[in-house]
């Protein structure tokens, strides 16, 4: 059996499946990851600290995400050169292409292959960048900021023996020259767990109701609430909506933070924002913030839900989007790249423009207003789950055997895009 590395600064983050099925293989692993990594079952966990002893550096504006990677390389570097003597080379390094953590790793280990995770490579154009004409790009300091953050990544690319992005349209964010050695594998929909109950309730003790499936209840989950995932667009849609179907009831799920983007500009939170902007065009009685749930009350939402709403830039697809579907949940999901992957208009799900408020809320009440039409929608969202992205028939089995491929001394063939998507793929 083989000796893997696993690096990610969030641990186990995108290996929370393949970690625990090496460690099953038999192989010996060991894992790194940054202040916020959690332990995993039996798994070795060493964590490192990026923060210098004598504090940050001062840098110039522009490079502060670049000097941040650079800490986490340096730290990762450091920590494994201290570990290798006990653990020996390793034959394989798994790891998180975007902190900066793998630049230290082809000094340290030049004979060993290393799997790049690729989520997503930034782009000057066709991507997130501009797409939102309420907050345009075009000041050349953003540019040369994006180029910097940029250029951490194809230092990766340039150095990775094979990367592994979880969907197409993530893949095409890759540079053409790249692209050959990056493969398209997510990372697992738990879809014997995460399944359609059509017994799910949920009691929202604040406001002293109890939902079940069945009900008029529309559900928005981000894991912030900002524009990258359409909260700005979900929120004014919200007045027309309530107009239209007086008895609905809105669920958001999230915290009140930014992942990706940035603040509203007068300061505070999206979420407080968009409140004072809407004003009493609301009837907030009818709209609940929940916060971060569990996973098993977020599923119970999926499952009891009437109309789950999913909204992205072209960027990173969430993981909650595939696990709604799992549920067999009705989504109305923006007609942008990432969701055009995986949504058939029509066939498993509906498509409306990101931009357009009034659409939006006009395919909601549809939806909301004859509930059985749905239902063959429904089951084809779960069977694309199922068939695209079940953890155990699909996913984990070509991540092992990629592994297997890997400690062989082979290389994967270059993966062909399937032609029905070429026209949504960034660069193709």
Known sequence: MARILLIHQNFPGQFRHLAPALLASGHQVLCIGGPTAQPLGKLPLHTYNPLPAAGIP????????????ALRAFAVGELLASLLDDFGTPDLVIGHSGW??????RALLPETPIWHQVEFTYCHRGADTGFDPEFPSSNWHDHVRL????????????ELDV???PTWWQWSTVPVPYRDRVQVIHEGIDTNRIEPNPQAFLQLM????????GDPVVTFVSRNLEPYRGIHRFMRMLPLLQRLNPHVRVVIVGEAGVSYGSPPPGGGTWKQALLQELGDQLDLTRIHFVGHVPHPVLH?????????VYLTYPFVLSWSLLEAMACGALVVGSATPPLQEVIRHGENGWLVDFLD?????????????????????????RATAVQGYDLQNVCLPRQLSLVDCLLQGNRPPAVIPPSALIPN????
């Not at 604040?206 to 079940?212: D, E, R, S, V, Y």
């Not at 999926?302 to 109309?307: D, M, N, P, V, Y």
């Not at 809320?361 to 084809?380: G, T």
């Open 58 to 69: 001062t840098c110039h504006p522009f490079v502060v995400d670049q000097q941040t990677k």
């Open 100 to 105: 900066g953590e793998l630049l230290p790793v």
């Open 147 to 158: 180029a910097l953050r940029r250029s951490f990544q194809l230092l990766c690319l340039d």
């Open 163 to 165: 990367g592994v992005a």
């Open 206 to 213: 604040a406001a002293g109701i109890q939902l079940k499936a």
């Open 300 to 308: 119970a939402l999926f499952q009891l839900s009437a109309c789950h």
């Open 357 to 381: 408020t009034e659409s939006l809320a006009q395919r909601i009440a549809s939806v909301l207003a004859d509930p059985q039409a749905q239902q063959a929608l429904r089951l084809e969202a």
């Open 425 to 428: 793929l960034y660069g193709a």
